[in-house]
């Protein structure tokens, strides 16, 4: 027998069926004290080595044996997932190489008594900023209780007989992105009724970096609750040990929260979204770019909302169609059911291939200068909210360049990197 016949009929079949044992215990419904389940974290480094982002949802053996015997809530969306493969195939949601954390969790026996969820429901199919009704999770009939429709702060009926919340939603490190208020929310209803919060941590794919302007605590709201930048450069795990320890919480209360950790995770590290954070935040371009193009949501520009390239392209009716020579039409679509100038051709820029190294101004600064009529570009109060301060408008309308805007940011940032400093588990 040749060493190719060798390798076809007897190595190969034994590497193929190690692979299919490794995933089929990442698949596993059921064990005894969750053994097999512990083994997730091994899985993957024999399967793809040791170096690859594994996610605190992934690191079953740190965190099962603080939820056994615990009655569980669990504050949760789309993205609250145990990967069975390695984080080098997290680019791809297809094949099912994923297990919901809440699905995970009852296949253990792990007691779940309900479900909190966050800005764009529980699946992940709600609309900006659309109020979320309470329900019955159709797969696990487990009760969900929406965060963001009556209450977006737990009350003390809903937190009854609970021993434990777990918070697990990916973020994407943008002041105005709302999950980081529903753990400001979550964490300060916990606090008062004693009840610890368990994080499981995932990587900020904006975490690189930190910019933009400031909120100016007048301007505190459900798009901004902390005086930070518009870019905080956080997880979600540090930014509850910031809440924490900046005594954020009303009254100065401390929350108990224990945060495991992501595996392998800089703030350098790149890392690619598997599962869309919400409904027009569709890849990592898109997240890349909302930084930038998410100041749009406080004006009349669309920024790709009812097309197929949500934040990669922004455009309006009223910008110079000789300078902005890209077209569109918005329509509605998933996620945006009235999308801003709909179903009437817009003027503007396509950013599908735009090179991105941070948060810019100069897009919001285009669409102002190219209006044929200024006066409709910003309403001026979502702007403020999402801005977190009334200057950036102002130095907008007065023609500052970006330079000269963000020279005025740079004593805010400084001071908020020392208070960053001491809240950061990752490099």
Not at 266 to 289: E, K
Request: aromatic content about 8%.
């Amino acid at each position: 027998m040749t060493f190719k016949d060798l390798f076809k009929n007897t190595v190969f079949p034994l590497i193929i069926g190690m692979v299919l044992v490794l995933i089929s215990c990442g698949n596993v419904k059921k064990t005894e004290d969750g053994r097999l389940v512990k083994n997730i974290e091994e899985d993957l480094k024999q399967v793809q080595g040791d170096t690859s982002v594994i996610v605190g949802a992934n690191r079953t053996a740190l965190y099962l044996p603080l939820l056994k015997g615990k009655r569980l809530g669990v504050v949760a969306n789309q993205t609250s997932v145990i990967f069975n493969k390695s984080a080098a195939l997290q680019n791809t949601t297809r094949n099912g190489n994923y297990t919901h954390l809440v699905d995970s969790l009852l296949s253990l026996n792990i007691t779940i008594k309900k479900v909190f969820s966050p800005e764009h429901g529980f699946r992940g199919k709600a609309d900006a900023g659309e109020l979320v009704e309470d329900g019955i999770d159709t797969k696990t009939k487990l009760p969900i209780v929406s965060l963001h429709g009556k209450n977006k702060k737990p009350t003390k009926a809903q937190l009854e007989g609970l021993d434990i919340v777990v918070f697990d939603i990916q973020d994407v490190g943008v002041r105005f992105y709302t999950y980081i208020s529903t753990l400001h929310h979550v964490m300060e209803a916990c606090a008062e009724h004693n009840i610890p919060v368990l994080i499981l941590d995932r990587p900020n794919p904006n975490g690189h970096y930190v910019d933009g302007a400031t909120l100016k605590p007048k301007y505190s709201s459900f798009l901004g609750m902390h005086p930070i930048p518009l870019v905080h450069g956080m997880t979600i795990g540090e930014y509850a040990k910031m809440i924490n320890g900046e005594k954020w919480l009303a009254g100065g209360l401390q929350c108990d929260i224990t945060v495991i950790p992501v595996k392998h995770y800089t703030h350098d590290t790149f890392y690619s979204l598997p599962i869309r954070p919400s409904p027009n935040l569709p890849n990592d371009q898109a997240i890349a770019l909302y930084p930038s193009l998410g100041l749009f949501e406080g004006t009349t520009i669309n920024a790709g909302r009812g097309t197929e390239f949500q934040f990669q392209r922004y455009g309006a009716p009223y910008l110079n169609k000789e300078i902005m020579r890209f077209e569109y039409t918005p329509v509605p679509n998933f996620g945006a059911k009235h999308p801003k100038h709909k179903n009437t051709l817009c003027y503007g820029e396509d950013l599908r291939d735009a090179s991105v190294e941070g948060m810019t101004l100069k897009w919001v600064i285009s669409a102002y200068k190219n209006a044929t009529d200024k006066s409709k570009i910003f309403n001026t109060k979502n702007f403020t909210t999402h801005a977190g301060t009334e200057l950036l408008q102002q130095q907008i309308e007065q023609g500052l360049t970006e330079a000269e805007i963000k020279a005025t940011w740079q004593e805010d940032l400084e001071a908020y990197k020392k208070i960053r400093a001491k809240y950061l588990i990752y490099d």
